[in-house]
C-alpha cells in the first residue's frame, strides 16, 4: 500500500541527512512501526508520507499513486493525499467544537457529501472513539485521553487510504496511554486501515506492530515482525533499544558450522561463551554478544571451573521492582543484569553462579 | 537540496498573494529611508534635471552652532523626562505589583488610557497653567506676591522635560511592572532564607535583577522621548526652544524664505542615526537580559508586601498622579474652551462662560475633518494587521530566501522617528513620486505613511500570536485537504482574531491620536482631527484650540470602550507597551 524507495533528506539548516536512502514496503492494512530514538529520522519518514516535507530524493508510493518521485519531478501536495493523520500534539483545533473538527476534512471530500451524510459520517467518527455524546463540546474542554480519540476520529472520517500515527500516545500519563495502546491497535484493525506508526517506545511497537523498522541516523537497521526485531536483533544498538540486555564485546574462537544449528564461540571479558553465532564470522572477528537479563539463571554458591556458559561473580546491587527483582553482578570488572523472582534469596555480596543459556546468547554486529 | 529547490516554483496562490503584500509593505520602508538618505547628499531642489551631489549639507550642519545647541537641548530634555517618568513610574509599579494597594485594574486601565491621550491636549492644559504670560498659575501666584516677573515658565527645556515625563510615565510603569512580575519570587525568597532582611533583599536582589530591565525601559522610553513632538512643539516652537524633532520641523516650514530639503534631509538623516543608535543600544541591554533569568515569560505570584498604615499615603500619591499629569491640564482645556480668552477663575470669569468657541469652529470643516479622520481610522489598521498577517506568515511560514530582510525591514520603523518617515514621505511625494502618482494632498498619502509607522508594532502582535499557534494546527487542517487559502481561512485567521482585534483597535486609537505624521504630510484637504487643533494652537487661538481637542477627546470615548471591550476578550487587559 505504501512503497518507498531510497528516500532521502537533508534539513536546510542541519549537516547530516534526517534520512538517507530509506526504502520500505507496507502491505495493505499491516500495522508498520517505525521505532527508534529521538533523531533517527523517523517522523522525518512520515512527514515525507504525509507530503509536509519534501524529500530531497527517491520515491514514495501510495496505492498505485506516485505521490512523490525526484526523478519524475512529482509532488503532490499534502492536502490532496487524502491520508489521515494523528499529530504528537493532537492538533485539535481549539476554535471549533468536537463535531466541527471532525466534520473539517467532510469539507474538502470529493465527491462533497450532502448535509445530512456529513452529519452521519461525523457522528459515525466520533462514535467509533465513543465521543458521540460530547460532539457540542467546544474542542479545549476535553480531557487528554479525550482529545486523543478526537485527533482519531477526525483522522478517519474522510476514510483515508493511509492512516499516520506521529507519537500519538507520547503525550499520555502512563496508565491511560496502556489502555490507548489496546484500544488503538484494536480500533485500526478493525478497520483494516493501512497504518504507518512512529513511536520511540519499545513496548508500543512490540505490542500493536505487525512489522517493526527500527531505524538509527536516518537508516533502517532491521525490519521484521515483533517477536523476530526482539528475539533476534541484527546488531547490537537494536538489542540494546528494544527491551534491556548486556552486551559483550569478544572474539570469535570457534566459527559456527551452518550444520551445527549455527552454534559457536566467542571469547568475552567474562570468560569463553558458547552461543549463536552467523556461519559467515571467522576466528578473530570482532562481535558483540547479547543476553538478556531475563534469561539468565542465577544460583548461589561458587561456579564449576568445568560447566561451559556459566560464569562466577558476586551480587552488587539489588533492586526491588515489585513484580521482580532486578540485580546486577559483578564478574571482575565487568558488571551483568539479571532479572529474577520477587522471592529470590539474594543479597548484596553474595557469591553466585549465573548461567547463560547458550539457545539466548545472540552474536551479532556492533 | 537541489532536488527540494525544483518544487518550490509550484504555484500557490496563497504563498503569492502573501509574499506580494509582505514586499510592497517592505519596499515602502525602503524606499522612504533610502529617498532621505538620497535627498541629504543632493544639491539643489530635487526634481531639477541639473541636481548635482554634495556632502555640503553634513559640512554646514555639523559646523552650525545651533545645531549643537539644539542637540544640548535635546539631551537636558531627555534627562528631565527620565528623571520624572522614573521616579514616578517606579513607585507606583512596586505599590501595584508587589503590595496589597487596593483598585489595581484601575491603575492599569488609567495608565493605558493615559497612554492615548493626545500628548498636545495635555501640554496645552500646561501652557494654560504655568506660561509665562497667559498660565493662570503665574498670574495668580504675581498677584498675590505683586511679583513683576512670572516664577514659573513651562516654555523651557526642563518644563517640556516635566511634561513629556509626565506624559511617558505610563509607559515606563507599564515595563517595569511586567519586569517585576515576570522576576521568580523564589530569588527573593531566598535571599530572605539566606538571611536578608527584606530591605537587604530588595537591594541586593531585587535591584541588580531588575537592573538590565530597567536600563532597557529607560532607553526605550529615552527613544520615544527623542523623537516626541508633541509637547516640544506646543510649548517651545513659538519662542524657538526646539528639540531635534521640532528642529526638523521648523527647517521644513521656516517661518521665512523657502525650506532647503537637502538640509532638512541631513537633520533627518542624523535623527536617524540617533534613533538607531538607542535602538541598538536597546536590543544589546535587551538580549543581556535573559542572563539574569529574570524574564522567564512565566507569570508569577509574588508575596505581596502589607501596606498597612503606609496605604493612605500610597493612594493619595497615585491619586495625585493621575490629578496632577492627566486631569488638570484636561479641566484647563475646559475652562479655556468656555471663556474668550484664559483668564484666573472668579464670579466675572464664570460669568463669561459660554459655548462660543465650540461654535465658532466651522461645521463644514468640522464635518470635512471627521470624514478623513474615520477614514484613516478605518483604512490604517486594516492595511495596517493585513500586512502585518502577510510579513508574519512570510517570516514565520513560507520561510523563503530573504525572510529575514523581511523581518529586519518590517522591524526597522519602530528605529525611525515619525518625524523622519513624515519628511521622507513629503519629499518623495512631492518631488519624485508627483509626476506619476499624485499621492501628495490626498489622504492617502497619510494612509500609507501612518500604515509604515505602525508596521513593527503590527508585525510584534502578529508574530507573537502566530508563534503561539502550534504548527501542527495547520498542518492537521492540510492533511484534512485544505489548500493554503483553506488553512488561512479557516486555521489561522480565526485563531488570531483577538490578537487581530485589538491591535487594530489599538492602531485606530493611535492613529486618531497621531499629529507628527499629518503635522508634515497634511494639507487643506485631507486635515485630521489633530491638525485642527494644531492649525488653532498655531494661530493663537488658544480657545478655540481646546473647544476642538475636548471635542476629539469625547469622539474618542466610544473607540475607548471598543478597546477596552477588545483587550478583555484577547485576554491583554494588563496591557503592553505599544507604539
Known amino acids: ?48 508520507v504525509a507530503g509536509l516535507e519534501r524529500p530531497d530524493a527517491g520515491e514514495i508510493i501510495i496505492g498505485d499513486e506516485t505521490v512523490f518521485s525526484a526523478a519524475d519531478g512529482i509532488f503532490v501536495p499534502p492536502h490532496a493525499r487524502n491520508i489521515g493523520m494523528v499529530f504528537q500534539s493532537y492538533a485539535i483545533w481549539p476554535h471549533m467544537t468536537v463535531f466541527d473538527n471532525v466534520a ?51 483522522a478517519l472520517v474522510a476514510e483515508p487510504r493511509v492512516l499516520l500515527l506521529d507519537e500519538p500516545l507520547s503525550n499520555l500519563d502512563a496508565k491511560l496511554r496502556e489502555d490507548m495502546r489496546l484500544e488503538l491497535r484494536d480500533l485500526v484493525r478493525r478497520l483494516r486501515v493501512t497504518t504507518l506508526f512512529v513511536t520511540h517506545e519499545q ?107 556459566v560464569v562466577a561473580g558476586e551480587v552488587a546491587t539489588v533492586a526491588y521492582l515489585g513484580n521482580l527483582i532486578e540485580c546486577t553482578v559483578a564478574i571482575g570488572s565487568h558488571a551483568l543484569r539479571v532479572q529474577l523472582h520477587p522471592s529470590a534469596p539474594v543479597a548484596p555480596g553474595a557469591r553466585v553462579r549465573l548461567a547463560l543459556p547458550i539457545e539466548y546468547c545472540l552474536a551479532m554486529r556492533q | 537540496m537541489t532536488g527540494a529547490a525544483r518544487y518550490r516554483t509550484r504555484f500557490d496562490p496563497a504563498r503569492i498573494v502573501m509574499l506580494a503584500i509582505a514586499a510592497a509593505a517592505c519596499l515602502c520602508v525602503l524606499v522612504l529611508l533610502a529617498a532621505i538618505l538620497w535627498l541629504s547628499f543632493t544639491d539643489g531642489t530635487p526634481g531639477d534635471p541639473n541636481l548635482g551631489y554634495t556632502v555640503g549639507h553634513y559640512v554646514e550642519v555639523f559646523s552650525d552652532s545651533f545645531t549643537w545647541r539644539v542637540l544640548a537641548n535635546t539631551v537636558v530634555f531627555l534627562a528631565v523626562t527620565l528623571a520624572v517618568a522614573f521616579a514616578l513610574a517606579l513607585p507606583i509599579a512596586w505599590l501595584v505589583e508587589r503590595t496589597d494597594f487596593p483598585g489595581k485594574p484601575v491603575v492599569f486601565t488609567l495608565m493605558t488610557v493615559a497612554l492615548l491621550i493626545p500628548g498636545f491636549a495635555v501640554a496645552l492644559g500646561w501652557l494654560f497653567l504655568l506660561h509665562p504670560r497667559i498660565g493662570l498659575v503665574n498670574q495668580a501666584v504675581m498677584a498675590l506676591f505683586g511679583l513683576e516677573h512670572a516664577p514659573f515658565d513651562i516654555s523651557t527645556i526642563p518644563g517640556m522635560g516635566v511634561v513629556e515625563g509626565l506624559s511617558l510615565t505610563p509607559i515606563a510603569f507599564i515595563m517595569i511592572s511586567v519586569a517585576l512580575r515576570s522576576m521568580d519570587p523564589a530569588l527573593e525568597e531566598a535571599a530572605a532564607m539566606s538571611g536578608a532582611k527584606p530591605r537587604q533583599a530588595v537591594w541586593r536582589i531585587t535591584l541588580r535583577l531588575l537592573w538590565p530591565a530597567l536600563l532597557a525601559a529607560a532607553i526605550y522610553v529615552a527613544a520615544i522621548c527623542f523623537a516626541a513632538f508633541d509637547v516640544p512643539a506646543v510649548l517651545g516652537l513659538t519662542n524657538r526652544i526646539f528639540t531635534f ?87 484647563m482645556l475646559g475652562w479655556a474652551a468656555g471663556l474668550p480668552f484664559l483668564q484666573t477663575p472668579s464670579a466675572h470669569a464664570v460669568a463669561a462662560l459660554s459655548l462660543d468657541n465650540f461654535r465658532s469652529i466651522p461645521t463644514d470643516l468640522l464635518l470635512r475633518i471627521i470624514g478623513n479622520t474615520a477614514i484613516l481610522m478605518v483604512a490604517v489598521p486594516t492595511l495596517t494587521m493585513v500586512a502585518s498577517l502577510a510579513i508574519s506568515w512570510v517570516v514565520l511560514r513560507a520561510k523563503p530566501r530573504g525572510a529575514a530582510l523581511v523581518d529586519f525591514l ?79 481561512r479557516a486555521i489561522v485567521v480565526p485563531l488570531l482574531a483577538p490578537t487581530i482585534l485589538y491591535a487594530w483597535i489599538w492602531i485606530a486609537l493611535l492613529s486618531y491620536r497621531e499629529l507628527t505624521l499629518p503635522v508634515v504630510l497634511a494639507t487643506g484637504s485631507n486635515l485630521p482631527f489633530s491638525m485642527l487643533v494644531w492649525s488653532y494652537v498655531q494661530s493663537s487661538s488658544y480657545g478655540r484650540a481646546s473647544a476642538a481637542a475636548l471635542i476629539m477627546l469625547a469622539l474618542m470615548v466610544p473607540v475607548l470602550l471598543l478597546y477596552w471591550l477588545a483587550a478583555r476578550r484577547a485576554g491583554l487587559l494588563t496591557p503592553r507597551v505599544a507604539r
Open chain 1, 1 to 48: 500500500m505504501i512503497r518507498i524507495r531510497d528516500l532521502a533528506l537533508t534539513y536546510p539548516e542541519a549537516n547530516a541527512p534526517a534520512v538517507r536512502g530509506v526504502s520500505l514496503d507496507i502491505a495493505e492494512g499491516a500495522f508498520y512501526t517505525l521505532l527508534g530514538p529521538s533523531g533517527c529520522g523517523k517522523t522525518t519518514t512520515l512527514r515525507c
Open chain 1, 104 to 154: 473539517f476534512p467532510l469539507r474538502y471530500h470529493r465527491p462533497r457529501p450532502s448535509r445530512s451524510e456529513a452529519r452521519d459520517r461525523v457522528m459515525a467518527a466520533l462514535a467509533l472513539v465513543r465521543l458521540d455524546k460530547l460532539a457540542g463540546r467546544p474542542a479545549p474542554n476535553l480531557s487528554g485521553g479525550q482529545q486523543q480519540r478526537l485527533a482519531l476520529a477526525r
Open chain 1, 203 to 309: 513496548i508500543e511497537a512490540l505490542t500493536m506492530s505487525d512489522v517493526i523498522a527500527v531505524m538509527k541516523d536516518g537508516a533502517i537497521v532491521q525490519e521484521g515482525a515483533p517477536a523476530e526485531v526482539y528475539g533476534q536483533p541484527a546488531e547490537s544498538f537494536v538489542a540494546d533499544f528494544i527491551g534491556r540486555t548486556n552486551l559483550l564485546s569478544g572474539q570469535v574462537m570457534t566459527p559456527a558450522v551452518s550444520t551445527d544449528g549455527g552454534l559457536g564461540s566467542v571469547a568475552t571479558p567474562v570468560g569463553l561463551l558458547h552461543c549463536r553465532l552467523d556461519a559467515s564470522r571467522r576466528v578473530g572477528d570482532v562481535v558483540t554478544l547479547a543476553v538478556r537479563p531475563e534469561h539468565i539463571a542465577l544460583s548461589l554458591g561458587a561456579a564449576d571451573a568445568t560447566d561451559p556458559n
Open chain 2, 245 to 331: 524633532s521640532t528642529y526638523v520641523f521648523r527647517s521644513l516650514t521656516p517661518t521665512e524664505g523657502a525650506p532647503e530639503y537637502g538640509g532638512v534631509a541631513t537633520l533627518s538623516v542624523i535623527m536617524l542615526a540617533i534613533a538607531a543608535l538607542m535602538s541598538v543600544s536597546y536590543r544589546a541591554v535587551q538580549r543581556q537580559a535573559p542572563r539574569y533569568a529574570v524574564v522567564t515569560g512565566k507569570a508569577y505570584r509574588p508575596r505581596l508586601s502589607p501596606l498597612g498604615r503606609a496605604k493612605g499615603p500610597a493612594l493619595a500619591f497615585v491619586t495625585a498622579f493621575f490629578l496632577v499629569s492627566q486631569a488638570l491640564p484636561l479641566v
Open chain 2, 410 to 488: 518590517a522591524f526597522l520603523p519602530v528605529t525611525v522617528p515619525p518625524i523622519v518617515f513624515s519628511v521622507a514621505a513629503l519629499l518623495l511625494a512631492l518631488f519624485v513620486l508627483n509626476a506619476a502618482v499624485p499621492l501628495y494632498g490626498t489622504i492617502w498619502l497619510l494612509v500609507i505613511v501612518y500604515v509604515i509607522a505602525r508596521l513593527s508594532y503590527g508585525t510584534r502582535m502578529t508574530n507573537t500570536a502566530l508563534m503561539q499557534i502550534h504548527r501542527e494546527l495547520e498542518e492537521a487542517a492540510q492533511m484534512s485537504g485544505a489548500a493554503s487559502f483553506g488553512v488561512l
